[in-house]
């Protein structure tokens, strides 16, 4: 039963645009049900749900603080490119659970999540892939989406990151392997050490 509800939530809340009416509409669905089966898939439901609106409180609040809107369905007409890109990050890293892999996962609050999307918003592509990478993003991805396969890994990273899948492994070797061929044209390895402090001053 509960398994064919979850799928039933998600499909209702994909019609919802705003965050306040994902989140109205979630909580609704929790007093709902709350108070009747306890049993294990009972449990695992309610832990979706709750998690679930975590998800989008953090967005909501990536949301205010940022200059352009995560969610605007039309772009102002002064919208630059790297605002377009930066608007096609987040839908690509929301599909793929960044932001849910962040607080949840990771249990990393949301004024850190705020400056690791900052950090993203301000930097280029090889900053970014290190970025995810020491963020434990590129494994999780490879985990959950790709079957441990590192071709598909690189094809899922260039769509999320609007890259050609080459380029996005290339960085990824440098980072792994100190001593790659690649390091004078891939250059993510040179953010690294930054990132490392970045990262360590935000707990």
Same mark, same amino acid.
């Given at each position: 039963?509960?398994?064919?509800?979850?799928?039933?939530?998600?499909?209702?809340?994909? %019609?919802?645009?705003?965050? =306040?009416?994902?989140?109205?509409?979630?909580?609704?669905?929790?007093?709902?049900?709350?108070?009747?089966? %306890?049993?294990?898939?009972?449990?695992?439901?309610?832990?979706?749900?709750?998690?679930?609106?975590? =998800?989008?409180?953090?967005?909501?609040?990536?949301?205010?603080?940022?200059?352009?809107?995560?969610?605007?369905?039309?772009?102002?007409?002064?919208?630059?490119?790297?605002?377009?890109?930066?608007?096609?990050?987040?839908?690509?890293? %929301?599909?793929?659970?960044?932001?849910?892999?962040?607080?949840?996962?990771?249990?990393?609050?949301?004024?850190?999540?705020?400056?690791?999307?900052?950090?993203?918003?301000?930097?280029?592509?090889?900053?970014?892939?290190?970025?995810?990478?020491?963020?434990?993003?590129?494994?999780?991805?490879?985990?959950?989406?790709?079957?441990?396969?590192?071709?598909?890994?690189?094809?899922?990273?260039?769509?999320?990151?609007?890259?050609?899948?080459?380029?996005?492994?290339?960085?990824?070797?440098?980072?792994?392997?100190?001593?790659?061929?690649?390091?004078?044209?891939? %250059?993510?390895?040179?953010?690294? =050490?930054?990132?490392?402090?970045?990262?360590?001053?935000?707990?």
């Amino acid at each position: 039963m509960y398994g064919k509800l979850w799928n039933e939530v998600l499909a209702e809340l994909h %019609t919802k645009h705003s965050f =306040e009416d994902k989140l109205k509409f979630l909580f609704s669905v929790k007093g709902r049900y709350l108070g009747g089966n %306890t049993g294990d898939d009972a449990r695992a439901f309610f832990q979706k749900l709750d998690n679930k609106i975590e =998800e989008i409180k953090t967005l909501a609040a990536l949301d205010k603080s940022s200059q352009i809107g995560l969610w605007g369905m039309y772009p102002p007409p002064s919208e630059t490119e790297r605002q377009k890109q930066i608007k096609f990050y987040c839908t690509q890293l %929301t599909k793929y659970n960044f932001f849910h892999y962040l607080n949840v996962i990771r249990g990393i609050d949301k004024e850190a999540i705020k400056e690791i999307w900052k950090a993203i918003t301000e930097n280029k592509l090889p900053y970014i892939i290190a970025l995810l990478y020491e963020l434990g993003y590129v494994d999780y991805l490879k985990r959950e989406y790709c079957q441990e396969k590192s071709n598909e890994r690189d094809k899922l990273m260039g769509e999320i990151l609007d890259s050609n899948p080459r380029n996005i492994r290339g960085n990824i070797n440098c980072l792994i392997n100190e001593d790659s061929d690649g390091k004078g044209h891939y %250059t993510a390895y040179n953010h690294l =050490e930054k990132i490392k402090d970045f990262l360590k001053n935000l707990k």
